[in-house]
């Protein structure tokens, strides 16, 4: 099977502007969940989507938002962009049917807000 | 609320040395525990999870991890280290309830030649 793939995989926007980041599951897997990892804070958890439906909700502003579409792809979207969002932005699928089930991340997509 | 504990930042080990990253969590009743390595440029990879049963859990790549639940710890072992398991390592824990996946802090493995 193919692995998550995430486009693009290097973004640099200036402040104020806004990006949209896309992630693709491995076939079969409806859980897609987002991270955000930064040397300061290092893997901070964002959203998790589940058939369409946000499951689980970290702290992160509103400005952070993400959708998954029917075929399980996902976009998170950040809006009015601060330097602070410069990160590397990770995405995670998993068949998401039961809490002991493991994740399989991306190569993520590295952000630098300028 | 749940949490996890990665108490060093670095682990420095020469190559053919066993090698521990230790790991301690925090949750209500009884946890799912995972070991993620990451290496440079890369996203994370999942070596090994408990879920329940025997302690001592086999993952990826020769990892091993015993699960201790009277100190509430998760360490990542390997007999034997290689310079290629130089990366960074992340524990990981989730309730049997609550669904979200919440990381440590990162240790940071180098092997040395």
């Known amino acids: 099977k193919a692995g998550v793939t995430q486009t693009p995989r290097y973004l640099i926007k200036t402040r104020g502007q806004q990006v949209t980041l896309s992630c693709s599951p491995i076939?079969?897997?409806?859980?897609v969940s987002w991270y955000q990892q930064t040397p300061g804070q290092g893997l901070q958890f964002l959203f998790e989507?589940?058939?369409?439906?946000?499951?689980n909700k970290g702290n992160f502003p509103g400005r952070f938002s993400g959708r998954q579409f029917s075929n399980s792809r996902s976009e998170m979207n950040v809006s009015t962009l601060e330097l602070g969002d410069s990160a590397l932005y990770l995405c995670?699928?998993?068949?998401?049917?039961?809490?002991?089930?493991?994740?399989?991340f991306g190569p993520g997509t590295r952000l630098t807000v300028t | 609320a749940q949490s996890v504990a990665q108490p060093e930042d670095q682990v420095n080990v020469a190559e053919g040395n066993p090698l521990t990253v230790k790991c301690t969590y925090s949750?209500?009743?009884?946890?799912?525990l995972f070991w993620y390595v990451q290496y440079p440029n890369r996203g994370l990879q999942f070596l090994l999870k408990?879920?329940?049963?025997?302690?001592l859990v086999k993952g990826s790549y020769g990892f091993e991890a015993e699960f201790n639940k009277s100190q509430t710890s998760f360490h990542l072992k390997k007999p034997s280290a290689l310079v290629s398991d130089s990366a960074l390592y992340f524990c990981?824990?989730?309730?049997?309830?609550?669904?979200?996946?919440?990381f440590g802090t990162g240790t940071r493995l180098l092997v040395s030649p």
């Open positions: 995670a699928s998993s068949d998401g049917t039961g809490a002991s089930y493991e994740q399989y």
């Open positions: 408990y879920i329940t049963g025997d302690n």
């Open positions: 949750v209500s009743g009884n946890p799912y």
């Open positions: 989507y589940f058939s369409e439906t946000q499951r």
């Open positions: 076939s079969g897997h409806r859980s």
């Open positions: 990981a824990v989730r309730d049997r309830s609550f669904q979200k996946l919440v």
